[in-house]
């Protein structure tokens, strides 16, 4: 392997064990008024924006590393690109679709309990 692949490699799981250990303070936080209508009862319009704007950034990094993880590999192994690059794209896509559905999840949530769903 070379230097640039371990680095992005390396960079890549730091950013994911951040990532985990962020969400696990958020949650360990948020627990504590015990339901969730109470914890949705919590979350305002800043909470909200903040959310929105926290998942466009953990997007916009994930993609970056996915892609320059991608590119380091390909350095190493140029017969195998187009294979990685599918599978680079399929990752990526799938970190949006899951950062992007806890985001709209929210807002969702947030919206159903204004107007007096729950």
Do not use: H, N
């Amino acid at each position: 392997m070379s230097k640039a692949f371990k680095s992005t490699l390396a960079v890549f799981i730091v950013f994911l064990v951040i990532f985990l250990g962020i969400l696990l303070y958020v949650i360990q936080r948020y627990s504590q008024y015990g339901s969730i209508p109470d914890t949705m009862e919590m979350v305002d319009f800043q909470g909200i924006l903040l959310s929105v704007l926290g998942t466009a950034l953990l997007s916009l990094i994930t993609i970056v590393l996915s892609f320059t993880l991608a590119r380091a590999w390909i350095k190493e192994q140029p017969e195998l690109a187009e294979r990685i690059l599918k599978f680079t794209l399929i990752i990526t896509l799938c970190f949006i679709i899951v950062l992007g559905g806890l985001s709209g999840g929210v807002i969702i949530l947030r919206t159903l309990w204004t107007i007096g769903y729950f």
